[in-house]
């Protein structure tokens, strides 16, 4: 199993600032992913970060608003940018489990951002 | 767009009592199912389900998949205070969407002594 670390693990941010959060894995992975829970909702994919290519962004996200680096195959940052109170949420960083290329994944403790 | 639904959105149980967590779904091109427990921040896995009809089983829980009815179920006997969770259901698309997940809302499930 895979030791995912996050930080920070949480923080009080002011509208129209940036907040860059990082991630941490204990082994190489190929990919990471950045999914946001919204209060009292359910995760959603943000994107997926590959090690030397360009993240990969669902609908609804893009990477003006989050952009992501991977500049390695244990390490990736998300940052929120330009914020306001609706980016309020948990941010978690997960990559996949123990059988490779299978939904099976390993979650971060997440970073809850509160944005006034 | 895929989608997932969980039933009920919460519930509240007394130790001891067994409890029926539902999940539906529909997906374009399907490879598996999952369930996870998130307790304060991160999920954690739980089961993955690909085949219809065989039951996944660890200790107290146990989960089965229907592809024909694209429906699954987590059963919790015998229910303790530490199950108290949200238990959440997602799909994953076939192809190479590998960790892309689409999560349902989760059920809150509380467990009283």
């Known amino acids: 199993s895979a030791v995912i670390s996050q930080k920070p693990s949480r923080d009080i941010c002011q509208r129209g600032t940036s907040l860059t959060i990082q991630c941490q894995v204990d082994?190489?992975?190929?990919?990471m992913f950045w999914y946001r829970q919204q209060p009292g909702q359910s995760l959603t994919l943000i994107a997926t970060a590959n090690q030397g290519s360009e993240a990969t962004y669902e609908s609804g996200f893009v990477i003006d608003k989050f952009p992501i680096s991977r500049p390695n195959l244990t390490f990736s940052t998300l940052t929120v940018s330009n914020m306001s109170p609706e980016d309020s949420s948990i941010y978690l960083c997960s990559v996949e489990g123990g059988t490779a290329n299978t939904g099976e994944l390993f979650f971060g403790e997440g970073s809850r951002l509160t944005v006034l | 767009e895929d989608k997932v639904v969980q039933s009920p959105l919460s519930l509240v149980v007394h130790e001891g009592d067994t409890v029926t967590l539902n999940c539906s779904y529909e997906v374009t091109n399907f490879r598996s199912l999952l369930w996870y427990k998130q307790e304060k921040k991160a999920p954690t896995f739980l089961f993955m389900l690909?085949?219809?009809?065989i039951e996944k089983k660890s200790g107290r829980l146990s989960s089965i998949l229907d592809k024909k009815e694209l429906f699954s179920i987590l059963n919790i006997t015998a229910t303790q205070t530490g199950d108290s969770a949200i238990y959440l259901c997602?799909?994953?698309?076939?192809?190479?969407?590998?960790?892309?997940?689409?999560f349902g809302q989760g059920t809150i499930l509380t467990v009283h002594p």
């Open positions: 690909t085949s219809s009809g």
């Open positions: 082994s190489q992975v190929t990919m």
């Open positions: 997602a799909v994953e698309p076939g192809g190479t969407s590998y960790g892309k997940l689409t």
